[in-house]
């Protein structure tokens, strides 16, 4: 069974410092990987994914991720947190071999203070 | 604009109500999907079409009873609900099941 975790219920952090989101994940072939962001009152919109290639991701909004298949990571990060990226952040995962759905983490909450 | 058009955005309805939600997408998408958001649990995915076949059902209650008519539309069917199933239904699409997938901005559903 595969699975996602995201430790953090909520990160905060200052405006123009560096962000990290925290996400780690269980498959058991190769994973493709997944980042959404979702504003108040809104649906989930996709960030950037992983599937194969170059570890370090680069997605909308000048977020990037990092897949660590050692530590089974991929973590989001962001080097200057503006006040606008204020939203819940999503990790979700599937396993690449035949058809699995992809699973969600529970999401944290990322407050950027001004 | 996400290309994913749910509606209604909000619903309220008794528990012997028969309402219908509905997701429309205009991406030329072959997956779409059914989640429920609930407060501080983790998305849960309810149905998943391919190509306008059911493919995934995760052991949702039969008061939900989607319907894919065509691969542009997709609709839940509520009967019968519970106060547990208030929560924020959301539709999404894909090219393909591995691809990302594209949110509406969900219906907000409550079950007095």
């Known amino acids: 069974a595969q699975s996602v975790a995201q430790p953090e219920d909520q990160v905060n952090v200052a405006e123009g410092n560096p962000l990290t989101v925290k996400c780690t994940y269980s498959?058991?072939?190769?994973?493709?990987l997944f980042w959404y962001v979702q504003y108040p009152n809104r649906g989930l919109q996709f960030l950037l994914k992983?599937?194969?290639?170059?570890?370090l991701v680069k997605g909308s909004y000048g977020f990037e991720a990092e897949f660590n298949k050692s530590q089974t990571s991929f973590h989001l990060k962001k080097p200057s947190a503006l006040v606008s990226d204020s939203a819940l952040y999503f990790c979700?995962?599937?396993?690449?071999?035949?058809?699995?759905?992809?699973?969600f983490g529970t999401g944290t909450k990322l407050q950027v203070i001004p | 604009e996400t290309g994913v058009t749910q509606t209604p955005r909000h619903l309220v309805m008794g528990m012997t109500n028969k309402k219908s939600l509905k997701c429309e997408q205009h991406?030329?998408?072959?997956?779409m999907y059914w989640y429920k958001q609930s407060a501080k649990k983790p998305l849960e995915l309810m149905f998943v079409?391919?190509?306008?076949?059911?493919?995934e059902n995760n052991s949702v209650p039969s008061r939900f009873s989607p319907e894919c008519p065509n691969s542009s539309h997709l609709f839940l069917h509520l009967h019968t609900l519970q106060p547990e199933d208030s929560a924020l239904y959301l539709c999404?699409?894909?090219?393909?099941?591995?691809?990302?997938?594209?949110f509406g901005d969900g219906t907000r559903l409550s079950i007095l």
């Open positions: 979700a995962v599937r396993d690449s071999g035949g058809y699995q759905k992809v699973t």
């Open positions: 498959v058991s072939g190769n994973p493709y």
């Open positions: 992983y599937i194969t290639g170059d570890n």
């Open positions: 991406l030329g998408h072959n997956a």
């Open positions: 079409y391919n190509f306008k076949e059911q493919t």
């Open positions: 999404a699409s894909a090219q393909q099941t591995n691809q990302p997938q594209h």
